[in-house]
């Protein structure tokens, strides 16, 4: 059954590449009109010059036709090779347009969407079916090539009709006498027609069983990128190397490439056995057009010169309409890859798009307040939070502390709106956190994650997010996060490129001094809520220190949280949030949760045993 992306696909890739790339389209069709007027440049004048060479005809004559015929086709060759490089450029334009679209649907799909796996395999089947497996511009040349068949067909056609019109000088028996009848146009017809159709089924089946060979293996094709790739990525390749996990990491290639195979071979085989037929009717087809057109050559019902044009003429309308044919089967495969890229265009975040502005507040007067939230992951059947019931005021300095898994980064991840939950609200300043625009809500959180990750872009672009920075403003931020000593040991400061992804001359920085960028580039943010997650996890006892001592500083009047296994760290905040199994099930400062003596106080004895 079609999918509904499926329907009205030439428009819509039309519509689309016509506003992506103007002029593409007009240039494909000048070229592909060139295209198929070239063959009957030759064809025509060759015929006339070997009629003319047979009846003896003077030099000059002969050299005439034969300079007009290099004169018309060599200005064909060249004006369709300059607009065929003309038309290179506006390729590569149109397949990284299409390329950027998928990556600004990547980047605005819901969080918790995008990290499914029917969504990855989703996008690896837009990407694919926009690239690798047919594409916009495999697409609109298959369109344009069309085009170019049936004005050859029109051609041929043309030049064909004379084959078949008696010849009223013949004076013949026999085979000659039926050669020489209109109606024996029907003998070259039928095997042309059983040609035809047989090619349009095999054609038809062969697209259906690369469209399964395609579906089935999305996801054995993901999976054999993702470990092959961790071969090439030196980032990884360290822990490859110590834990010897070589082994580990090719038989998983191995194994993925093996299913590729089978499947291939598989595919393969079914395509071989079905494609030997139109080969074999294709032989019978041509041996049956020089059988009728070397006979009336010999019967003399035609000239030498005319049988070499109309041998030509009808292999080239046969190979259009097979084409024709093949072209459509072709369209239909490339809609079916196409639709994929619009289904993908197409999901509907969930995400609920509210429109009210943050408030731009001087003051910062922000509030935020978890009313009885619980959340569970999609994947997931446990509730990560249950029944949270918690407010963050203003400026204050908070702590989340709790076990492993106790649900702090979720608590987290709801408060910035990467998941929504799945029972209460989320309010900021009393209203529910989804009526804000999304994009601005965003501006209010400046967050360090465990798993921050930093670019293989220059220092300053990465502590700024962005490509044009306050370089004052970024020298404070690296300072606050205490990076200075080692940015005043780099050549290039803060235009040194981090790692070598990118650049050949880019740093490597320890895990420590990437997380001090990191929180660089959480305090260059100035945002009213600074969020760190174990912000020093990777940061030695003196730098861990001086992060304590300068924390006062780096947040200010700001909000902040706080999560950190490191107990001591949360002394100095004002409000320790304790959570466990996903519930709250502590709060208060430091001095009051002590005297409970509930898991905080259990917590810090346990902490304070080992590192006493
Ligand atoms: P903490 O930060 O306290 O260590 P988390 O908030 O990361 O804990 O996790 C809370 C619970 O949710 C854990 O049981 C964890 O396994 C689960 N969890 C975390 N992330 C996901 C996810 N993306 N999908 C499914 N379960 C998750």
Redesign the pocket.
């Known amino acids: 059954m079609k999918n509904k992306n499926e329907k009205g696909t030439i428009k819509k890739v039309l519509s689309l590449v016509h506003k992506l790339v103007p002029g593409y389209l007009t240039l494909l069709i000048i070229i592909r009109v060139l295209a198929a007027s070239f063959p009957f440049v030759g064809i025509i004048f060759s015929s006339i010059i070997l009629d003319q060479l047979v009846a003896r005809e003077s030099f000059e004559v002969i050299m005439k036709n034969a300079l007009i015929m290099i004169a018309i086709g060599s200005s064909l060759v060249l004006i369709r090779w300059g607009l065929e490089a003309a038309n290179w450029v506006k390729k590569f334009e149109l397949s990284h347009k299409i390329s950027q679209m998928i990556c600004d649907k990547t980047f605005d799909i819901d969080y918790d969407v995008l ?1 499914k796996h029917e969504t990855l395999d989703m996008i690896k089947k837009a990407k694919d079916g926009t690239n690798s497996s047919g594409g916009m511009r495999q697409f609109c040349d298959n369109l344009a090539s069309l085009l170019e068949k049936i004005i050859r067909i029109v051609y041929s056609v043309g030049i064909l009709v004379y084959l078949f019109i008696p010849n009223p000088n013949a004076s013949g028996e026999g085979i000659a006498l039926i050669l020489n009848k209109w109606y024996s146009l029907f003998i070259m017809a039928a095997v042309m027609i059983l040609h035809l159709v047989i090619s349009f089924f095999v054609n038809k089946k062969s697209a259906a069983l690369q469209m399964k060979f395609f579906e089935r293996n999305v996801s054995y094709n993901r999976y054999f990128s993702y470990w092959f790739n961790l071969v090439f990525d030196y980032s990884i390749g360290k822990y490859i190397r110590l834990y010897k996990m070589q082994k580990v990491v090719l038989s998983r290639v191995q194994q993925t490439n093996d299913t590729l195979e089978e499947e291939f071979t598989s595919y393969l085989n079914d395509n071989l056995k079905i494609t030997l037929i139109p080969v074999l009717t294709e032989f019978v087809l041509q041996l049956t057009c020089y059988a009728y057109v070397g006979l009336k050559a010999v019967c003399n019902l035609i000239s030498v010169g005319s049988s070499l044009k109309y041998v030509t003429a009808y292999k080239i309308l046969v190979e259009s309409i097979t084409g024709i044919s093949d072209t459509f089967v072709q369209l239909n495969v490339e809609s079916k890859y196409l639709s994929f890229f619009y289904d993908y265009m197409q999901i509907e975040n969930k995400r609920y798009e509210g429109t009210i502005p943050t408030e731009k507040r001087d003051d910062n007067v922000f509030e935020i307040e978890f009313r009885d939230v619980s959340f569970k ?1 999609a ?2 059947e ?1 509730w ?1 939070l249950r029944h949270v019931n918690q407010k963050i005021t203003l400026g204050t300095k908070n702590a989340v502390v ?10 987290i991840k709801l408060l910035c709106r990467l998941y929504e939950p799945t029972e209460g609200q989320i309010l900021l300043n009393g209203v529910d956190i989804r009526y804000y625009d999304y994009k601005d809500y965003a501006k209010l959180f400046a967050i360090v994650f465990q798993d921050f990750n930093l670019f293989s872009f220059p220092l300053g672009e990465n502590v700024a997010a962005g490509a044009e920075y306050d370089k004052k403003r970024v020298l404070e931020c690296i300072d606050k996060a205490g990076f200075t000593d080692r940015l005043n040991r780099l050549e290039k400061g803060l235009e040194t490129n981090l790692y070598q992804y990118s650049d050949e001359n880019g740093v490597e920085i320890s895990g420590g001094e990437a997380q001090k960028l990191a929180i660089a580039r959480a305090l260059y943010k100035d945002a009213p809520f600074v969020i760190l997650d174990e912000p020093t996890s990777a940061l030695d006892p003196v730098a861990e220190f001086e992060i304590y001592q300068n924390f006062d500083n780096m947040v200010k009047d700001k909000t902040s949280i706080y ?1 950190s296994h490191r107990m001591s760290s949360c002394r100095f905040c004002d409000n320790i949030i304790v ?1 466990d199994e ?1 519930k709250v099930v502590e709060q208060g400062s430091h001095e009051k949760l002590m005297e409970t003596g509930g898991l905080y106080s259990e917590l810090w004895n346990a902490q304070a045993q080992y590192y006493a």
């Not at 709790?402 to 608590?411: H, Y």
């Open positions: 990290e992951y994947n997931s446990t990560a709790g076990k492993n898994g106790a649900g702090k980064t979720t608590f999560i959570f996903g």
